[in-house]
Protein backbone atom coordinates (compact mmCIF):
# COMPACT_ATOMS: atom_id res chain seq x y z
CA UNK A 1 0.00 0.00 0.00
CA UNK A 2 1.39 3.26 -0.92
CA UNK A 3 1.57 5.57 2.18
CA UNK A 4 -0.02 9.65 1.49
CA UNK A 5 0.48 12.19 3.84
CA UNK A 6 -2.82 13.08 3.42
CA UNK A 7 -5.35 10.62 3.39
CA UNK A 8 -7.71 10.70 0.23
CA UNK A 9 -11.05 10.58 3.11
CA UNK A 10 -9.32 13.83 4.43
CA UNK A 11 -8.20 15.73 1.60
CA UNK A 12 -11.43 15.24 -0.43
CA UNK A 13 -11.89 14.00 -3.93
CA UNK A 14 -13.84 17.32 -5.08
CA UNK A 15 -11.11 19.94 -5.78
CA UNK A 16 -7.39 19.38 -6.89
CA UNK A 17 -5.01 18.99 -4.09
CA UNK A 18 -2.33 22.23 -3.96
CA UNK A 19 0.36 21.38 -1.75
CA UNK A 20 1.63 25.12 -1.88
CA UNK A 21 -1.60 26.16 0.37
CA UNK A 22 -0.82 23.66 3.24
CA UNK A 23 2.86 25.13 2.65
CA UNK A 24 1.49 28.61 3.38
CA UNK A 25 -0.88 26.76 5.94
CA UNK A 26 2.45 25.49 7.61
CA UNK A 27 3.69 28.61 8.24
CA UNK A 28 0.78 30.28 9.73
CA UNK A 29 0.37 28.07 11.99
CA UNK A 30 4.29 28.37 13.35
CA UNK A 31 3.16 32.28 13.19
CA UNK A 32 0.44 31.51 15.94
CA UNK A 33 2.06 29.34 17.98
CA UNK A 34 5.19 31.57 18.19
CA UNK A 35 2.39 34.23 19.01
CA UNK A 36 1.34 31.90 21.99
CA UNK A 37 4.82 31.20 23.34
CA UNK A 38 5.44 35.07 23.26
CA UNK A 39 7.30 36.27 19.97
CA UNK A 40 6.49 38.35 17.09
CA UNK A 41 4.91 41.28 19.14
CA UNK A 42 1.52 40.51 18.82
CA UNK A 43 1.04 39.85 15.09
CA UNK A 44 -0.06 36.20 15.70
CA UNK A 45 -3.44 37.15 14.80
CA UNK A 46 -2.01 36.86 10.72
CA UNK A 47 -2.44 33.21 11.24
CA UNK A 48 -5.44 33.22 11.77
CA UNK A 49 -6.13 35.47 9.07
CA UNK A 50 -4.08 33.66 6.19
CA UNK A 51 -5.99 30.19 7.67
CA UNK A 52 -9.59 31.97 7.35
CA UNK A 53 -8.89 33.35 3.44
CA UNK A 54 -7.52 29.69 2.23
CA UNK A 55 -10.57 28.06 4.31
CA UNK A 56 -12.97 30.55 2.42
CA UNK A 57 -11.48 29.60 -0.85
CA UNK A 58 -11.27 25.72 -0.44
CA UNK A 59 -14.55 25.22 1.08
CA UNK A 60 -16.26 27.70 -1.41
CA UNK A 61 -14.70 25.75 -4.36
CA UNK A 62 -15.39 22.11 -2.65
CA UNK A 63 -19.41 23.71 -2.47
CA UNK A 64 -19.55 24.97 -5.95
CA UNK A 65 -18.13 21.29 -7.18
CA UNK A 66 -21.49 19.68 -4.79
CA UNK A 67 -23.97 21.84 -6.66
CA UNK A 68 -22.82 21.30 -9.89
CA UNK A 69 -22.91 17.31 -9.65
CA UNK A 70 -26.05 17.73 -7.19
CA UNK A 71 -24.44 16.68 -4.02
CA UNK A 72 -26.68 17.09 -1.03
CA UNK A 73 -25.31 19.71 0.89
CA UNK A 74 -25.85 17.67 3.88
CA UNK A 75 -22.55 15.73 2.85
CA UNK A 76 -20.63 18.97 3.48
CA UNK A 77 -22.15 19.63 6.99
CA UNK A 78 -21.22 15.40 7.44
CA UNK A 79 -17.89 15.47 6.51
CA UNK A 80 -16.87 19.05 7.88
CA UNK A 81 -18.41 17.39 11.42
CA UNK A 82 -16.62 14.49 10.59
CA UNK A 83 -13.14 16.23 10.02
CA UNK A 84 -13.24 18.57 13.04
CA UNK A 85 -15.15 17.56 15.84
CA UNK A 86 -14.44 14.77 17.67
CA UNK A 87 -11.07 16.10 17.52
CA UNK A 88 -11.53 19.00 18.94
CA UNK A 89 -13.75 17.13 21.94
CA UNK A 90 -10.62 15.20 22.68
CA UNK A 91 -8.48 18.27 22.91
CA UNK A 92 -10.99 19.85 25.34
CA UNK A 93 -11.23 16.93 27.19
CA UNK A 94 -7.35 16.50 27.72
CA UNK A 95 -7.12 19.91 28.42
CA UNK A 96 -9.66 19.62 31.31
CA UNK A 97 -8.64 16.59 32.84
CA UNK A 98 -5.00 17.73 33.21
CA UNK A 99 -5.97 21.11 34.40
CA UNK A 100 -8.33 19.11 37.39
CA UNK A 101 -5.08 16.41 37.87
CA UNK A 102 -3.10 19.32 38.18
CA UNK A 103 -5.23 20.65 40.69
CA UNK A 104 -5.52 24.15 39.25
CA UNK A 105 -8.73 26.14 39.18
CA UNK A 106 -10.02 26.55 35.40
CA UNK A 107 -13.64 27.48 35.06
CA UNK A 108 -15.44 25.00 32.77
CA UNK A 109 -17.41 27.85 30.89
CA UNK A 110 -14.65 28.13 28.33
CA UNK A 111 -14.43 24.55 27.76
CA UNK A 112 -18.15 24.29 27.34
CA UNK A 113 -18.48 27.21 25.10
CA UNK A 114 -15.44 25.74 22.99
CA UNK A 115 -17.65 22.36 22.01
CA UNK A 116 -20.98 24.20 21.94
CA UNK A 117 -18.65 26.78 19.08
CA UNK A 118 -19.15 29.47 21.23
CA UNK A 119 -16.20 30.27 22.65
CA UNK A 120 -15.96 33.95 20.67
CA UNK A 121 -18.29 35.59 22.53
CA UNK A 122 -16.37 34.30 25.96
CA UNK A 123 -12.87 35.69 27.25
CA UNK A 124 -10.21 33.87 25.80
CA UNK A 125 -7.27 33.96 28.12
CA UNK A 126 -7.05 30.20 28.86
CA UNK A 127 -6.32 26.98 28.03
CA UNK A 128 -9.03 26.83 25.33
CA UNK A 129 -8.03 30.26 24.12
CA UNK A 130 -6.98 29.48 20.61
CA UNK A 131 -10.42 27.86 19.63
CA UNK A 132 -12.65 31.33 19.70
CA UNK A 133 -11.37 31.17 16.09
CA UNK A 134 -12.58 27.75 15.34
CA UNK A 135 -16.09 28.83 16.56
CA UNK A 136 -16.23 32.08 14.57
CA UNK A 137 -15.49 29.94 11.47
CA UNK A 138 -17.74 27.52 12.26
CA UNK A 139 -20.70 30.05 12.81
CA UNK A 140 -19.98 31.14 9.60
CA UNK A 141 -20.22 27.69 7.61
CA UNK A 142 -23.22 27.56 9.64
CA UNK A 143 -25.32 29.70 7.46
CA UNK A 144 -23.15 30.10 3.75
CA UNK A 145 -23.45 26.92 2.56
CA UNK A 146 -27.33 28.29 2.42
CA UNK A 147 -26.38 31.77 1.04
CA UNK A 148 -24.29 29.87 -1.38
CA UNK A 149 -27.11 27.75 -2.08
CA UNK A 150 -29.69 30.61 -3.60
CA UNK A 151 -27.00 32.65 -4.77
CA UNK A 152 -26.25 29.54 -7.10
CA UNK A 153 -30.43 28.59 -7.94
CA UNK A 154 -31.51 32.49 -8.44
CA UNK A 155 -28.32 35.18 -8.78
CA UNK A 156 -25.80 35.46 -11.46
CA UNK A 157 -22.11 35.10 -10.11
CA UNK A 158 -21.43 39.39 -11.45
CA UNK A 159 -24.57 40.05 -8.77
CA UNK A 160 -23.31 37.85 -5.85
CA UNK A 161 -19.77 38.88 -6.06
CA UNK A 162 -20.65 42.54 -6.09
CA UNK A 163 -22.39 41.54 -2.72
CA UNK A 164 -19.33 40.10 -1.48
CA UNK A 165 -17.38 42.92 -2.42
CA UNK A 166 -19.72 45.02 -0.50
CA UNK A 167 -19.91 42.99 2.51
CA UNK A 168 -15.94 42.68 2.70
CA UNK A 169 -16.02 46.59 2.32
CA UNK A 170 -18.45 47.34 5.35
CA UNK A 171 -17.06 45.07 7.52
CA UNK A 172 -13.36 46.67 7.14
CA UNK A 173 -15.45 50.45 7.61
CA UNK A 174 -17.20 49.19 10.23
CA UNK A 175 -13.95 47.99 12.22
CA UNK A 176 -12.32 51.71 11.41
CA UNK A 177 -15.44 53.43 12.40
CA UNK A 178 -15.67 51.72 15.73
CA UNK A 179 -12.18 52.42 16.63
CA UNK A 180 -12.58 55.89 14.94
CA UNK A 181 -10.14 58.27 16.08
CA UNK A 182 -7.63 55.89 16.87
CA UNK A 183 -6.92 52.85 15.91
CA UNK A 184 -6.65 49.93 18.46
CA UNK A 185 -6.37 46.10 17.45
CA UNK A 186 -9.40 44.47 18.39
CA UNK A 187 -11.29 46.94 20.53
CA UNK A 188 -13.71 45.38 23.05
CA UNK A 189 -12.79 42.19 21.00
CA UNK A 190 -15.07 42.91 17.96
CA UNK A 191 -12.78 40.81 15.84
CA UNK A 192 -13.37 37.78 17.64
CA UNK A 193 -16.91 37.80 16.83
CA UNK A 194 -18.90 36.03 13.54
CA UNK A 195 -19.95 39.42 12.44
CA UNK A 196 -16.62 40.96 11.83
CA UNK A 197 -13.99 37.92 11.18
CA UNK A 198 -15.63 36.38 8.18
CA UNK A 199 -14.18 39.41 5.86
CA UNK A 200 -11.10 36.84 5.22
CA UNK A 201 -13.40 34.13 4.27
CA UNK A 202 -15.33 36.08 2.02
CA UNK A 203 -12.47 37.12 0.24
CA UNK A 204 -10.95 33.75 0.01
CA UNK A 205 -15.07 32.48 -1.36
CA UNK A 206 -14.42 36.04 -3.45
CA UNK A 207 -11.40 34.26 -5.46
CA UNK A 208 -12.93 30.90 -5.28
CA UNK A 209 -16.29 32.14 -7.18
CA UNK A 210 -14.04 34.01 -9.59
CA UNK A 211 -11.04 32.09 -10.45
CA UNK A 212 -11.14 31.40 -13.41
CA UNK A 213 -11.09 35.22 -14.35
CA UNK A 214 -8.61 36.25 -11.90
CA UNK A 215 -5.98 33.92 -12.54
CA UNK A 216 -6.25 35.38 -16.56
CA UNK A 217 -5.84 38.98 -14.99
CA UNK A 218 -3.10 37.48 -13.05
CA UNK A 219 -1.19 36.05 -15.75
CA UNK A 220 -1.39 39.24 -17.39
CA UNK A 221 -0.71 41.43 -14.60
CA UNK A 222 1.70 39.16 -12.61
CA UNK A 223 4.03 42.12 -11.41
CA UNK A 224 0.66 43.75 -10.52
CA UNK A 225 -0.77 41.73 -8.02
CA UNK A 226 3.12 40.65 -6.63
CA UNK A 227 3.17 44.57 -5.98
CA UNK A 228 -0.66 44.04 -3.46
CA UNK A 229 1.27 40.82 -2.04
CA UNK A 230 4.57 42.86 -1.60
CA UNK A 231 2.92 45.66 -0.01
CA UNK A 232 0.50 43.66 2.32
CA UNK A 233 3.20 41.77 3.20
CA UNK A 234 4.32 45.04 4.31
CA UNK A 235 1.15 46.68 6.05
CA UNK A 236 1.16 43.19 8.07
CA UNK A 237 4.25 43.94 9.96
CA UNK A 238 4.18 47.55 10.15
CA UNK A 239 -0.28 48.01 10.74
CA UNK A 240 -2.35 45.58 12.74
CA UNK A 241 -5.09 45.89 10.54
CA UNK A 242 -5.84 42.17 9.66
CA UNK A 243 -7.27 42.99 6.35
CA UNK A 244 -3.76 43.42 4.64
CA UNK A 245 -3.27 39.54 5.16
CA UNK A 246 -6.05 38.20 3.72
CA UNK A 247 -5.41 40.36 0.76
CA UNK A 248 -1.98 38.67 0.38
CA UNK A 249 -2.99 35.49 1.19
CA UNK A 250 -5.58 36.37 -1.92
CA UNK A 251 -2.70 37.37 -4.27
CA UNK A 252 -0.81 34.51 -2.89
CA UNK A 253 -3.34 32.19 -3.96
CA UNK A 254 -3.49 33.90 -7.40
CA UNK A 255 0.19 34.26 -7.77
CA UNK A 256 0.61 30.32 -7.15
CA UNK A 257 -1.88 29.13 -9.52
CA UNK A 258 -0.34 26.96 -12.46
CA UNK A 259 -1.20 28.98 -14.75
CA UNK A 260 0.55 31.96 -13.55
CA UNK A 261 3.61 29.28 -12.69
CA UNK A 262 4.25 28.55 -16.14
CA UNK A 263 4.30 32.13 -17.09
CA UNK A 264 6.96 33.08 -14.18
CA UNK A 265 10.00 31.04 -12.95
CA UNK A 266 10.06 33.22 -9.71
CA UNK A 267 6.43 31.38 -8.75
CA UNK A 268 7.71 28.15 -10.32
CA UNK A 269 9.73 28.43 -7.55
CA UNK A 270 8.08 30.06 -4.49
CA UNK A 271 5.61 27.36 -5.84
CA UNK A 272 7.81 24.47 -5.34
CA UNK A 273 9.65 25.92 -1.99
CA UNK A 274 6.04 26.04 -0.30
CA UNK A 275 5.13 22.66 -1.85
CA UNK A 276 7.91 20.72 -0.16
CA UNK A 277 6.20 17.73 0.87
CA UNK A 278 7.75 17.88 4.68
CA UNK A 279 6.60 21.68 4.68
CA UNK A 280 2.79 20.56 3.10
CA UNK A 281 2.61 17.99 6.11
CA UNK A 282 3.03 20.21 8.55
CA UNK A 283 0.40 22.28 7.24
CA UNK A 284 -1.70 18.90 6.98
CA UNK A 285 -1.48 18.72 10.42
CA UNK A 286 -2.46 22.57 11.23
CA UNK A 287 -5.54 21.63 12.38
CA UNK A 288 -4.10 18.81 15.28
CA UNK A 289 -1.18 20.89 15.99
CA UNK A 290 -3.77 24.23 16.69
CA UNK A 291 -5.73 22.24 18.75
CA UNK A 292 -2.63 20.73 21.39
CA UNK A 293 -0.21 23.46 21.07
CA UNK A 294 -2.22 25.22 24.12
CA UNK A 295 -2.09 22.10 26.34
CA UNK A 296 1.33 21.42 25.67
CA UNK A 297 2.46 24.92 26.17
CA UNK A 298 0.43 24.62 29.41
CA UNK A 299 2.07 21.36 30.59
CA UNK A 300 5.73 22.08 30.00
CA UNK A 301 5.30 25.73 31.92
CA UNK A 302 3.87 23.85 34.65
CA UNK A 303 6.20 21.44 35.16
CA UNK A 304 9.21 23.95 33.71
CA UNK A 305 9.39 26.64 36.58
CA UNK A 306 11.61 28.70 33.81
CA UNK A 307 8.73 28.19 31.64
CA UNK A 308 9.49 26.04 28.54
CA UNK A 309 12.40 23.97 28.60
CA UNK A 310 13.44 24.24 24.88
CA UNK A 311 11.94 25.41 21.55
CA UNK A 312 12.96 21.94 20.15
CA UNK A 313 11.63 20.05 22.77
CA UNK A 314 8.12 22.15 22.64
CA UNK A 315 8.11 21.36 19.28
CA UNK A 316 9.09 17.68 19.18
CA UNK A 317 5.80 17.29 22.12
CA UNK A 318 3.54 19.45 19.65
CA UNK A 319 4.86 17.45 16.45
CA UNK A 320 4.11 14.12 18.55
CA UNK A 321 0.74 15.17 19.61
CA UNK A 322 -0.38 16.02 16.13
CA UNK A 323 1.26 13.22 14.34
CA UNK A 324 -0.59 10.59 16.39
CA UNK A 325 -4.20 12.43 16.54
CA UNK A 326 -4.59 12.85 12.35
CA UNK A 327 -3.37 9.46 11.83
CA UNK A 328 -5.24 7.60 14.84
CA UNK A 329 -7.98 10.00 15.59
CA UNK A 330 -8.84 12.44 13.07
CA UNK A 331 -8.28 10.32 9.68
CA UNK A 332 -9.73 7.39 10.92
CA UNK A 333 -12.89 9.14 12.23
CA UNK A 334 -13.38 11.26 9.35
CA UNK A 335 -13.59 7.48 7.38
CA UNK A 336 -15.87 6.09 9.93
CA UNK A 337 -17.63 9.12 10.25
CA UNK A 338 -18.30 10.80 7.16
CA UNK A 339 -19.24 7.67 5.16
CA UNK A 340 -16.52 8.09 2.71
CA UNK A 341 -15.45 4.11 2.82
CA UNK A 342 -15.73 3.11 -0.55
CA UNK A 343 -14.43 -0.45 -2.43
CA UNK A 344 -11.31 -0.98 -4.69
Not at 33 to 54: A, C, E, K, P
Request: glycine share 6%.
Amino acid sequence: MKFSLLPKEVRGRNISYRPELDGIRAISIVIVIMHHIGYLHGRGFLGVDVFLTLSGFLITQILMKYFDEGTKIRKFYRRRLARLYPILLIGVASSVWFFDKKGLTQDIKPAIASVLYVKNFYHWGDLTGPFWSLSAEEQFYLFFPILLILFHKYLSRRIFTGFLIVAIAAIWAGVLYINYPIYVWNKDGIYNLVVFRPSMILLGCLVALNKEFLIRLTVRARWVFMAIFLASLYLCITIQFPGFAAIGTASAILLLSEEVAQKSVAMRFFRAVLGFKPLAWIGVLSYSIYIWHMPIILFLTSNWSHGLPSLWLFAAWVLGAAIASFYLIEAPLQRLLSGSVRKN
